[in-house]
């Protein structure tokens, strides 16, 4: 797996702050646990959340003496698992252990989907695109983050394969085409509510004119 | 207004020997031992400052308190996890404080593992003598943010103390999404470029 298409440095800057929302960090969470580069980069970032902190005006404690507890110190690390397989460790609580055990919801001509629970802010959803589908764009505004886990997509803007991520502002228009071979199966996070009522009419569409 | 970050005048700043790698050797005396008056050093270094992190994404005074105990707690129970690594003690506080945030005062879930053993993946440039480098490293970050002019700074500290995302911040200073996160490229690139300067 090689990847090509990284997550933007505004959205990198935020995942490392602690601001991004809920469902754009799951999605930076999945791509940063595939991705060595964009693991530096992260550290990196996190360096300055350390250095702001510091300068911040302590504020009085109101214990004087901390607890240290004897009996529940962690005798020995736990290796953090790397991403495994095609579901990345983040995600594979919310997907579970297969891509192909996943009960697809058909929204559409060649496009099925799945909505991933979330707590908190933003909307999570597996889609899976039929060769050669094209998979529409369904937010206005807000930020919008496809991470591939299966197959490839193509755009204007190049090919993403497992492990890419398009991380583009909402108000450039894009529409991805699934590989004309193997399809796609991506996770697509957004920001704003989920818009899955949009989603349907806008794909359903061209069929209506039929 | 944001109250500036990175020029916080007297009082302010971490004590001198933070940034000489004794905090690091807090945390291995910690680790090794348990030794309760090095945790007791941490503790009122990073205490205070952690609990008015919690404060500034508006927990009130008893939760920051209790969001304080719990970061310097978990610190305790897993500074074995941690001494040894080559990333700072002060990084790590702040990841385990962030996640903490992001679970009790956000309710979400913290997407980020801590970054014990992230940070220990091999850099691609390794520094042949890693405390040095460590030291000197801090100081550029310190002055490259400080550096940064007023309308980055701005992005950068409602994104890290206030805890905003790139919308609330857009509507916060009345900007379009475009410009908060180009403002934030911008500032990232100066650190960056601060960091890897041989200079």
């Known amino acids: 797996m090689t990847i090509t298409h990284h997550l933007d440095a505004a959205t990198l800057m935020s995942f490392a702050a602690g601001s991004l929302p809920s469902a754009l960090a799951a999605v930076a969470a999945a791509h940063v646990a595939m991705c060595p580069h964009c693991r530096r980069e992260v550290a990196m970032l996190e360096r300055i959340g350390g250095t702001l902190i510091s300068a911040l005006a302590p504020a009085q404690l109101d214990h004087s003496q901390p607890a240290m507890p004897q009996t529940t110190r962690a005798a020995s690390p736990t290796p953090v698992a790397a991403a495994a397989g095609e579901i990345p460790t983040p995600l594979a609580p919310l997907i579970g252990g297969s891509l192909d055990a996943v009960a697809w919801r058909w929204i559409g001509p060649g496009l099925r989907h799945r909505r991933l629970p979330l707590r908190g802010e933003g909307s999570l959803q597996l889609i899976k695109a039929s060769p050669g589908a094209s998979v529409p764009e369904h937010t206005h505004g807000g930020s919008e983050i496809t991470l591939v886990l299966r197959g490839a997509l193509s755009d204007s803007s190049g090919r993403y394969g497992p492990g890419d991520v398009a991380d583009v502002d909402g108000d450039i228009e894009h529409t991805p085409v699934a590989d004309p071979e193997a399809g796609c199966i991506c996770v697509i996070a957004t920001e704003a509510p989920t818009r899955f009522r949009g989603l349907i009419a806008r794909l359903m569409q061209p069929w209506h004119g039929l | ?199």
């Open chain 2, 1 to 199: 207004m944001v109250s500036p970050a990175f020029n916080p005048g007297p009082g302010g700043q971490l004590p001198p020997t933070a940034y000489r790698g004794i905090m690091a050797d807090l945390l291995r005396r910690v680790a090794e031992r348990a030794d309760p008056a090095a945790f007791r050093e941490l503790y009122e270094t990073y205490g205070p400052r952690v609990k008015a992190y919690m404060m500034r994404k508006g927990a009130d005074a008893g939760t920051a308190e209790d969001l304080a105990q719990e970061t310097l707690l978990t610190v305790w129970r897993k500074a074995a996890l941690y001494a040894g690594d080559r990333g700072s003690t002060t990084t790590w506080v702040f990841a385990i404080a962030r996640n903490l945030r992001i679970d009790r005062l956000r309710r979400e879930v913290p997407w980020q593992e801590l970054p014990e053993w992230r940070l220990a993946e091999p850099a691609e440039d390794a520094q042949p003598d890693e405390a040095l480098a460590e030291k000197q490293q801090q100081a550029r970050l310190r002055a490259a943010l400080a550096d940064l002019p007023a309308d980055q700074q701005q992005v950068v500290t409602l994104a890290y103390l206030e805890g905003l995302s790139h919308s609330e911040i857009a509507a916060r200073l009345a900007l379009p999404l475009g410009t908060v996160k180009s403002r934030m490229r911008i500032a990232y690139q100066k650190v960056r470029d601060a960091l890897e300067d041989p200079a």
